[in-house]
Every structure is written in C-alpha cells, then in structure tokens.
C-alpha cells in the first residue's frame, strides 16, 4: 500500500459542503470514473461483457443506469461512463479493462473530474442562473453534457427527488464551485 | 410646497412617504411612484436638456418608450446615466440629477446652440466636419462630445453582480395588460408552463392608467384579482419588471429582469439585474400600443406631452403637470383624457380636436376643426396659441397639453426577425403582417384591436389557439364585460405652416424641417431619411417619431405611408446595460481558471504564477534575497543542469489513443511514422495541418498494441483534440479508434538534471529498472511508486538534460511533488517554472509555440525530412508546394551576439550587413530569446532565408520598435549538448 495522501479536487484534505436556503452543494470525492467506448462494430459485444461481467445493461442516450455499486452513463455515440465509489473501486479501470476485453476501449478518468452532489428543492432555482438545461423536467435516470461558465459538465439527475450531481474539470474545481455558489446565492 | 400637483386617489400608497433628490433638491413622494409621477407631483416639469439644442424638455410619456426625460441615477460606483425618470421607480434616498447641461438645468450655457440651429441642421456632421480629416479626432470629435451628450458615468467599477439564467416554457407572453392577463389565465388554467413577463412593476398595462370598468370591478381590481390567480397557479411564472429585449431563433427571446433597480443596493448576494434566455415553444406578443403626438411649432415645451400619458399620471399616480390643462386630439381616445383630469379635479381649458365634426365628449370647451400652432413659456407650457375652424387665432391659458395623434400597435419584437408590419387603413397605423418570428402570434392593441373587450377575448383566444398548435389542449375562457368603442381617428400629423421648428424625434432633435430637408436633397428613401436626420436612432429607436417622419416623407413625395414603408426595429426593445451583457463574467471571473496539481504546494513557496490559456502555472520560485527574476530564473536552470529540477507539466495536453487502428490513426495525423513504434517507446511527433503548415507537435507513448498517450503543447490541447475528433469521425470513420481526453486525470511532472535518474529511483518502486539500460531515452512505462501507487514513467526531454516526465493520478499529485522534493534535498534538487523552462528550451534548440506559429513548415522548423514520403499523412502533399519549398526558404537558426554584452531582442529582424533596415532587405527574424546562464550571453532563434548554410554568418539585427542594431552571428540552434549526450546518459 502506497503512502501518499489524496486530496480533494479543490485541494483540501476533505471535501466541501455548502448550505442553502433549500439546497446544499457538497463536493463528493468519493467516486471511481471509467469512459467506455465501444471498439468498431463491436457495440453487441460490449454490452454482452457488460452484462455478463456485472450485470449492468448499458443505458440509452441521455440515460444513466444503475446495478450494485456501478452505474453507467451515456456520453455520446456508443460511449459511457462508469461510476463506482471509489475507495471500493480505484481499481475500477483495470476491471473494466480485463471485463471488457477487445470490446471496449477503456480509460481511468478518476481524477479528471470534481463531482458536487446538489440536493434540494430549490436545486432547479440555482441551475436555471447556471446553464440551459431544464433541470425541472429532467427524467430520474437523465444526463445531460452542458456549459456552466464555459466549462464542458455532465448534469446528472439521481433519482425521483431533487437530487443532481455535476461533474466538472478537475483543474476548474474552483471556478465551479464559485459558479455553483454564487448562483446559489444569487438565486436563494 | 410638498406635493402641490398630487391628486386624490391613484394606485400609489400615500401613508408612507419616499424622500429623493433631484438636482439636490428634496422632494418627496411615495410607494408606487416613478421618478417622473413624483416630480411631477411636486410641480417639476422641466427634467432634462436635449441631446443637440439643449432645449428644456419635460417628460412626453409614462413608459418605456419616453425620449426626454433621461436623468442620472444614483451617486459613486453606482451612478448610472441616460436612465428615463418614467420607468425609474422610486425608493428611499434616490438621488437624480438632471443631464446635459451646464451651469443648471434651468440656465443651460449650451443652449446657444439652440440660436445656431440653422447651421445643425439634418447632416450637419457630414457637411461642417468634412476637412480637414485630421481635425476629426482631436479637434470635433471633442468638442462635439463635450456639447451634445448625454449622461456621464463614474468610470469605477459596476460595485453590482450581474446573472444570466436559462428559462424554459410552452408559452411565453410578453406584457401583462388586458391581452396579456387574459391569455396567462387561459394558458394557466389549461396547466401550460407559462412566463407572463412585464416591464413595469405593477402588471396591468392600461388597466392600471384607465377608469374603465370589467364586469363590476374597476380595470385595476380586475388585474389584481387575475394577478393573484395566477401566483397561486405553479405552472405560471410571473416575471414582473422584465422587459423582453428581443426575439431570436427557435423561440429564444432574451429578458432583462432588474432585480433590484428599485433598492438603494441590492441584497446580499442579490443580483442588480439578470438577463435570461427564454426558450419557449410558442411566444404571444401583448405589449399593447403607443400613443403617438402631433407635431407642431415648440410642440417640446415642458408640459407638453401625450394625452394617454397624462390620463395615466392622473389615475394611476394621482399626478398632474399642472392644475389647468388643454388637450389636443385628432381622435376620441383623447377626449378621455380631459373627461379623466376633470374627474380629478382638474381644470380643462379646452379640448382642441383637429376634426370639424368632432363629437362632445368631456364636460369642458370643445374646439373643433382647430390647431394647436404654437406654445409659449420659459421652461415650461404657459399658453397655447390655436387656430381656430374659422381661421382665427386663440390663446389658451395652461399648464399642460395632452396630445394624441393616435395609437400605434407596438409591434416593436414582431420585426426582430426582419418581419415587416403592414398598414391598417382602419386606425391609420401599422399591424404586424404575417412574417413575425416562427411561434409568436400577437393580440390585443398590437395588433390595433384597441378596446378592452378586443384585447380580452384577443388575449384568451391567441393563448388557446398556441397551446392547441402545441398539442395541450386549452380553450378561451368568457371574460367580464368591456367597453369596446371603435377606434374614430382622422389621420393628422403636424400642423403645417409657422416658422418655428416642429419636433418629431425628441431624443435626437428631429423636426419637421429636417424631413423636408433631407426630402430636399435627396435623402427620400426611408433607410436614407433615418441615417441623415437620424430620426428614429436614438435609444428609444422612434418608438413616439417614426411614423410622424414617414407621414411627412409620404406627402412630400406624394406616396401613401405603406409606400414609404417603415424602417425596422431590432433587438433590444429598450436600452440594456453592459452589466447585464457581461454577466458574472467579469474580472477574474471573465473566464474559469485551471489550477496544476501542485498549484498549493506551489503557493506556499511563493510562486510567481503566469496565465497560459486559462491555467496559471508557477513562473519561477523567488527565493530570499532574490530580487530579479532573472536571479531566479538563472539559478532554477543552473541547479538542473548541474544537479536536478523539477516542473509540473500537466498542462500540456494528454489524449488517449485507443483501437485496433490506433496506429495506423497516428500514421495519419503525424507527418512522421508511428506505426513501427515499439510498445514501451515514445516518439517525437509532428502534426501539419492540411495546408501543410505545422500544427502541433508533441510526445506520443505507446503504452500497448492498440494504446497510445499523446501529449500536445498546453495551448493547443483543445484545438488538437477537437481536430483528431474530426478525423476519426468525418475523415476515416473505417478505423477502429477512441480518443479521450485525460489532461487532468494525470499529475504530471518533469525531472530533468544529471541526478534525476537516481532522485526517481527513491520514488519509483524497486521492481521496476530505471537503469540507462533498461529504460533508455524515449522509453515508457506503466508502473508504480511509493509502494504500490499506479503511475507512468517517460524519458523524455525538453530541456535537453537526463529528464523523466512521472505520472500520478492528480488526487496524489500535491503528495507527489512534496514527496519528490523531499526525497530530492539530497541532490539540491529545485522546483523551476516556465521561464526556466523556456530558457532550457532555447539553449536545446527545441521549437515552441513562438515557432510553431501557423506560419511554418516543418521545413522551416528544420524538420523537413521528418515528413514521411512512404505514407500518407494529412498536409503532407501541400507541404511540397513549391513557393514552401524554394531554396532561399526559412530556416530555424540559432543567434549569438557578436558582443557578448548585447541582448538579443525578439521580433526583430535580420538584415545583411551594411544593407539598409528595411523591408526590401528583410532576411529573416527572431522568435525566442533568453539570456543563457550556462553561456552567460543571450542567445536567440529565428528564421533565416536559407538558414540552413549560413553558420558564421555575421548579420545586424535590427527592431525599429525598440531602436536596436546589434550583429549576431548566425549559429546552430542546439547551443547546449548538440550531439544529445546528456538525454542518453
């Protein structure tokens, strides 16, 4: 076991937590991120392995899917990513990796995103100042690709409830976590 | 004298009272006020100067389409010009100065313009400031500026936040009159997503100005009643101060909300105003109508203004001009004006009616078949002078004139998308025509159905037929009684005959004279008519002129009004303030910032950062005593050379490379080979782009079979994914590729120096050799480090020593630098930030953005043979044009000075010596500089005809810029280790 520290993406040792009026923004750390792109002509194959190997049956456009500790979401034509927690999970490239085979191409992406978990009635309130998307009619399961303040997301919406996660640039932790609370401040 | 001209009644609350200033004058007034309703109830006629003449102006309107009455708001930071007192709502404390005059608005020195007005007339500025065309910028420009302005502003910084916000709706309806009521309780009650959007802050639009009566309620009652319907509906959102701005594409409109223009400052963290985007699936256009005045001689004395206007400070604010008052009509509407003044208690002095048979309305005189020819005194109206049916003339004694020439339907946004309204014979004024933006349906006055009931029934009935077009079913819903008068109007625009000037366009100080002569010389196109007297080109856009203008080009050049036709009107509806535009992206918020791994540990050693694109990366790293950066910068490249360095280079781009075709893929986009690349080897790569110019240049890592890493200069990271994106998609979607980005997903460092190989060898775990043997120069590999963690190993070199590039995964990279420096003390290891890194660069010869310019081949960059001639690579076939290829062509050089003493400067050029300095003589110039700490002179490279043998060569380097004339001796560009001993050691 190797002895080095983690830190968070905002540079912390651990993760951010900001309270609203009706909403509250925490940076999650804890998450393992694979992209999984079909190799040519072999989308069958791949969804095949996946299944076979974890049981998870890989979600249309614009749709995330869970199964256990895994889910995956769509990222573009026969693209994915899979989530995992990842203190469980930091290995989760190298599974995929031997899961998947000659089906997949399969690339860590652990660390080139900060995740921050929004929960909250109010959570559409501060996303309408963030970006186009129209968080009030996204599905449970949906995932959009969006700009907020010039950085390229991922909006996720987690379940029925007002629950949203945005993963971001790594390197613009910062910038979006000012995005985030700002509006939020704005908007509360 | 508190409030001498407030009236009974009003939708105002007068138990609480609002103190304000205006030119440093108190006054007060109350909640519900605008600045324009409370001066006015304080007797305040005379509000501002005009833009050229200076001429005493009063308010003309009580709503956003208001030429005059421009004041400053607001003192320090937050002082904010050119703002129209009739949509300023008053708070506590506000303070408004009058604009555009000089000592006092009521002594105004530059009114002398007013006397020379016959030398500014209608293209004043082409005709006067034509020579000499030197004098424009010092001289008139000036001079103008300083005379005929508007406001001033703090030249501070906005103390404010802006928002911009994203809405979504399936039916967005822009004013909340009658219309627009009527259609939000039809689409609300049908459970449709609603934004009912209105630029004042009590919804109502004339509701709130009329006496008329829905059903049993007054107007007023009718709309709160409506209004507190649909607050309590959850699929309706009323967006009340929001001034729909414009109509875009796919049913985009923009909206600017002012949040908190009505508060002395915003709230905490509240926005001063937020500029949405809207995107509806339908749009329904109910901003009713404007009133529209007749021209007539000093038509623009203070207490002239549009009737409709005075009905509604009357009713609504309780607020006259003054307590003897005049109209001047050519239609029925007006007469409501003297009717509603006189239920006030007002004195009517008469109603002069340009209509012979015009009918008695008001209890007061009705003058008809007359004119209004003229008006007299100072700074405000006194008397009107009327020509009465018989010819005769009439003085009248008032304070104030209500005029109305009619109404035109607003039909302002349905010409956003070039739609031209078309004319209606029935109301004298334009309708919006078929061609308004795709999904937006108007009703109510802007469509020129002016009675209550119309725009009731109008407003219900457009709603339901949108949702309907949209598959949500709705139906209008029965509506309270109305008054539904048909409109009675005979066209009447200005009064002819007189001497004196008669004003059209306000703003701009357009008369009826100007028209006339633009008609005159020629200018008779509308387009033409607009740009020579400006008419219409104010920030009101002519919302009160235009059509006055158009009347007179029509019957001067015997056309009917459609005709002539209309100029158009384009976003925005009202002026916007730059804040909005800019939004949160202000300061250093004006673009997001990318943090390297080591940006903490960084910080704490006191690094000078620079921004590379939008990331900041560690400069040099002073230390104590080190009052120079070049003492720095000097140090940092001598401790690498002579013992070890170390430099966070994560920045630079890093994309995956996946598939069986991975590279084959590379073969394509390298002009070099890399399909024989050994797994475990990284190569060199140069990228051209199709017109065979250089593009980028990198390492790719072939880490197995079918992966690859390839890395891209930090500024063209972006632009090089996006382009291998498109070749993999557009250009050869055949091959089996996948590309990712995974910049940051690794903290990547370089340790170069003669000790770098033993510093790793305390980092990376046993089992993997780092020897010269087993892991030579451009080797790779997967492996780990500090017990077990997963990293990548490249020996590569920019700084031409014995260097690594180590790879973590980022969330260890702040443990990772802390841990190879502490491991490194042994060796006196330093941390060394760019500018040593570019110095190493230069000394090695190895080209960077300043080469790789977009104008170089890889012949230029001495690369030529690099381009592989046994495949096909993009630019490699327009990389043998011929002009690229010509013997004389530039080549990259090295530059020593001849006296060591001297600097090399960048950006200059080579020229023979004895040649003359300039361009006929230009052989070539300089791309990088740095001083050498290693040779201890500057050192330079550049582009030079033919470069390639001309070593020894003695040239002047001459900047013109900078006054310097140095001989350089032309040299190669590998200054330091040119056989590459030390990279292999």
Known sequence: MHDLIATTALGEAGPRADRFEGLSIAENPDFALVSVAARLDRQEGLSAAMKKAFGLALPDVGLSRAKGALSAFWTGPDQWMIEAPHDSHEDLAAQLGAALGENASVVEQNDGWVRFDIEGPRASDMFERLCPLDTR??????????????LGCFVLRRDAGEAFSVLGPRSSAGSLHHALCTAARSAL | MSQTHRLTGGQIDSSRVLNFTFDGRAFQGHPGDTL???????????????????????????????????????????????TRATVAELFEGLSARSQNRWPSLAFDAMAINDRFSNFLTAGFYYKTFMWPAAFWEKLYEPIIRRAAGLGSISLQDDPDGYDKGFLHCDLLIIGAGPAGLAAALTAGRAGAQVILADEDFAPGGRLNAETLTLGDATGAEWAAATLAELSGLPNVRLMTRTTVI???????????????????????????????????????????????????????????????????????????????????????????????????????????????????????????????????????????????????????????LGVSGGWNPNVHLTCHQRGRPVWNDQISAFVPGKDTPPGLTVAGAATGAFSTAAALSGGSKAAAA???????????????????????????????????????????????????????????????????????????????????????????AGKTIPQVGTTIFRPPYTPVAMGALAGRAVGRDFHPTRLTPSHKWASEQGAVFVEVGNWLRAQWFPRPGETHWRQSVDREVLATRKSVGICDVTTLGKI???????????????????????????????????????????????????????????????????????????????????????????????????????????????????????????ACAEITVCGGLRARLFRISFSGELAFEIAVPTRYGDAMIRRL?????????????????????????????????????????????????????????????????????????????????????????????????????????????????????????????????????????????????????????????????????
């Not at chain 2, 949405?276 to 901003?287: N, P, V």
């Open chain 2, 246 to 400: 414009g109509a875009f594409d796919h049913g985009i409109y923009g909206a600017v909300e002012r949040v908190s223009d009505h508060l002395a400052t915003p709230a905490a963290g509240q926005p001063r105003q937020i500029l949405w985007r809207i995107y509806s699936r339908r749009a329904l256009l109910c901003a009713g109508a404007i009133e529209r005045p007749i021209a007539f001689e000093n038509n623009d004395r203070p207490g002239v203004m549009l009737a409709g206007a005075m009905r509604a400070y009357a009713n609504r604010w309780a607020a006259t001009p003054a307590h003897k008052v005049a109209v001047f009509t050519n239609n029925d509407d007006g007469h409501k004006t003297a009717v509603d003044l006189l239920a006030k208690g007002v004195q009517v002095a008469a109603v002069i009616d340009t209509r012979k048979d015009a009918p008695r309305i008001a209890d007061c005189e009705l003058l008809a078949g007359a004119e209004v020819t003229d008006t007299r005194g100072r700074l405000g109206l006194k008397f009107v002078s009327v020509r009465l049916a018989d010819g005769s003339e009439r003085m009248l004694e008032c304070g104030a």
């Open chain 1, 137 to 150: 009619r996204m599905q449970p399961d949906a995932v959009s690709r969006t700009s907020i303040e010039h």
């Open chain 2, 466 to 556: 949108a949702l309907c077009d949209i598959g949500i079913k709705a139906r209008a819903i029965p509506m309270p009684r109305a008054e539904d008068a048909p409109v009675s109007l005979m066209p009447f625009w200005y009064v002819p005959g007189g001497k004196g000037r008669a004003w059209l366009d306000q703003q701009n100080d357009v008369t009826v004279k100007d028209v006339k002569l633009a008609h005159q010389e020629n200018f008779r196109s509308v387009e033409h008519l607009k740009r020579y007297t400006t008419l219409g080109m104010a920030t009101d856009q002519g919302k009160t002129s235009n059509m006055g203008g158009l009347a007179i080009m029509a019957e001067l």
């Open chain 2, 821 to 985: 420096m502490q491991v490194g003390a042994a060796y006196d290891v330093v941390p060394y930030g760019t500018e040593a890194l570019g110095v190493m660069r230069i000394e090695k010869g190895h080209a960077a953005g300043n080469e790789l310019n977009g104008t170089t081949t890889a012949l230029n960059l001495g690369m030529g043979r690099m381009v592989s001639k046994k495949k096909d690579s993009i630019g490699s076939v327009l990389s043998e044009r011929e002009g690229l290829n010509a013997p004389d062509a530039l080549m990259q050089v090295g530059l020593r000075p001849v006296d060591e003493t001297q600097p090399i400067t960048a950006g200059g050029h080579l020229m023979r010596r004895g040649d003359a300095a300039n361009a006929a003589n230009d052989q070539g110039y300089v791309t990088s500089v740095a001083y050498s700490p290693c040779l201890g002179h500057s050192i330079g490279l550049g582009f030079l005809k033919g470069g390639g043998d001309r070593q020894g060569e003695i040239m002047q380097l001459v900047s013109p810029v900078t006054g310097t004339n140095v001989e350089v001796e032309i040299v190669s560009p590998h200054f330091i280790d040119p056989e590459g001993e030390r990279l292999r050691a």
């Open chain 2, 36 to 82: 324009a309703s409370a001066l006015m109830a304080n007797g305040v006629r005379l509000m501002g100067r005009s833009f050229k003449y200076h001429r005493p102006r009063g308010v003309l309107s009580a709503g956003s389409e208001e030429p005059n009455a421009l004041v400053e708001l607001r003192g320090g930071a937050r002082q904010e010009p050119n």
């Open chain 2, 656 to 778: 995956d490379v996946q598939g069986t075709d991975a590279a084959e893929f590379l073969n394509k986009v390298y002009a070099n080979g890399f399909a024989k690349l050994p797994v475990g080897k990284t190569r060199y790569g140069l990228m051209l782009r199709e017109d065979g110019m250089a593009m980028d240049d990198g390492t790719t890592a072939r880490l197995a079979e079918h992966h690859f890493v390839m890395t891209t200069t930090t500024a063209n990271a972006v632009s090089v994914y996006r382009h291998l994106e498109f070749v993999r998609q557009c250009l050869w979607p055949d091959l089996d590729v996948q590309l990712i980005s995974t910049t940051e997903a690794w903290a990547q460092y370089a340790v170069a120096g003669p000790n770098s190989r033993a510093l790793l060898q305390k980092v990376v775990d046993p089992q993997f050799d780092i020897s010269n043997e087993a892991f030579p120069f451009m």
